[in-house]
């Protein structure tokens, strides 16, 4: 009894000297995991033991490097960069670059057929002659002198407008000298606008004398045909000032000198 007790004695020694096999698979793998941390990135995906393998006995060979690498996950691509609002705006706004024309397959100028066309003029055919064109305006420059002549009829000193009766508006130039004023168109002064008040021979006179330069109204006291100046009957010869209103029948005439101080023919006719 005594070496039964022995023997079952030294066999629960061998039994407890035996190591585990889970404990030495775990020992395992915390050596290679120890071994992964300071190997190179590459080389520790290389190196990482199969989940399979690690559950196996230490004696179990290690997996080929290449079924690890096939059974590794893959690497999750880099997420695409998002823009923001106000990015997206911007671009949607900016207008597309202008696209630059290919000059090398642009056909070249030089390819293209001339499309002018030169015409000569035939020899045998007679040139026309175009008529000269009609002069034109000259424009002259500076203060050019006056050519004087002689009169070519009674220069006028003055005007008789018409500012009431018949022939409104109208007017009869005063020639220098004496001048007759009547309805007959024989008149030097002519009031021929249909007013029979007015004598047919004159009625009355307008003198213009250029040595004194002044003019003077003739009543001709031989018609009974009345005129007046500024509503006043003149009984003689009354001067003339410019604006001064004579009355010949129904027709009323405003004077207005051209002559008088301030210029006369006898001016230009000496120079």
């Given at each position: 009894?005594?070496?039964e007790r022995?023997?079952?004695t030294?066999?629960?020694?061998?039994?407890?000297?035996k190591?585990?096999?889970?404990?030495?698979?775990?020992?395992?793998?915390?050596?290679a995991a120890?071994?992964?941390?300071?190997?190179?990135a590459?080389?520790?995906r290389?190196?990482?033991p199969d989940?399979a393998?690690?559950?196996?006995?230490?004696?179990a060979?290690a997996?080929?490097a290449?079924?690890?690498?096939?059974?590794?996950?893959p690497?999750?691509a880099?997420?695409?960069?998002?823009?923001s609002?106000?990015?997206?705006?911007?671009?949607?706004?900016?207008?597309?670059?202008?696209?630059v024309?290919?000059l090398?397959?642009?056909?070249?100028?030089s390819?293209?057929?001339p499309?002018?066309?030169v015409i000569?003029?035939?020899?045998?055919?007679?040139r026309?002659?175009?008529p000269?064109?009609?002069?034109?305006t000259?424009?002259?420059?500076?203060?050019?002198?006056?050519?004087?002549?002689?009169?070519?009829?009674?220069?006028?000193?003055?005007?008789?407008i018409v500012?009431g009766?018949?022939?409104?508006?109208?007017?009869r130039?005063?020639?220098?000298g004496?001048?007759?004023?009547?309805?007959?168109a024989?008149?030097?002064i002519?009031?021929d606008?249909g007013d029979d008040?007015?004598?047919?021979?004159?009625?009355?006179?307008?003198?213009?004398d250029s040595?004194d330069?002044s003019?003077?109204?003739?009543?001709?006291?031989?018609?009974?045909?009345?005129?007046?100046v500024?509503?006043k009957?003149?009984?003689?010869?009354?001067?003339?000032?410019?604006?001064?209103?004579?009355t010949?029948g129904?027709t009323q005439?405003?004077?207005?000198?051209f002559?008088?101080?301030?210029?006369?023919?006898?001016e230009?006719?000496?120079?």
């Amino acid at each position: 009894m005594a070496i039964e007790r022995g023997e079952t004695t030294a066999g629960n020694e061998a039994k407890a000297v035996k190591p585990h096999k889970f404990l030495g698979s775990l020992r395992d793998a915390l050596l290679a995991a120890g071994r992964d941390d300071t190997a190179p990135a590459g080389a520790a995906r290389a190196r990482s033991p199969d989940p399979a393998s690690a559950a196996a006995p230490a004696s179990a060979p290690a997996a080929p490097a290449a079924a690890i690498a096939e059974k590794a996950p893959p690497v999750p691509a880099p997420a695409p960069e998002t823009l923001s609002a106000e990015e997206a705006a911007r671009l949607a706004r900016t207008p597309p670059a202008p696209k630059v024309p290919d000059l090398a397959a642009a056909p070249s100028d030089s390819d293209q057929p001339p499309t002018t066309r030169v015409i000569r003029p035939d020899p045998a055919k007679p040139r026309k002659i175009e008529p000269e064109a009609p002069a034109r305006t000259v424009l002259v420059r500076g203060k050019q002198k006056i050519q004087h002549g002689v009169f070519e009829r009674d220069p006028v000193v003055g005007f008789l407008i018409v500012v009431g009766g018949p022939g409104l508006g109208s007017y009869r130039p005063i020639f220098e000298g004496n001048n007759t004023v009547g309805r007959s168109a024989e008149n030097r002064i002519p009031l021929d606008f249909g007013d029979d008040a007015i004598s047919n021979e004159a009625q009355a006179y307008v003198r213009y004398d250029s040595s004194d330069r002044s003019f003077l109204f003739v009543p001709n006291l031989a018609k009974t045909n009345v005129v007046s100046v500024n509503d006043k009957r003149p009984a003689g010869p009354v001067p003339l000032q410019p604006m001064d209103v004579i009355t010949f029948g129904r027709t009323q005439v405003a004077f207005l000198p051209f002559c008088g101080s301030d210029f006369d023919w006898s001016e230009i006719s000496e120079a």
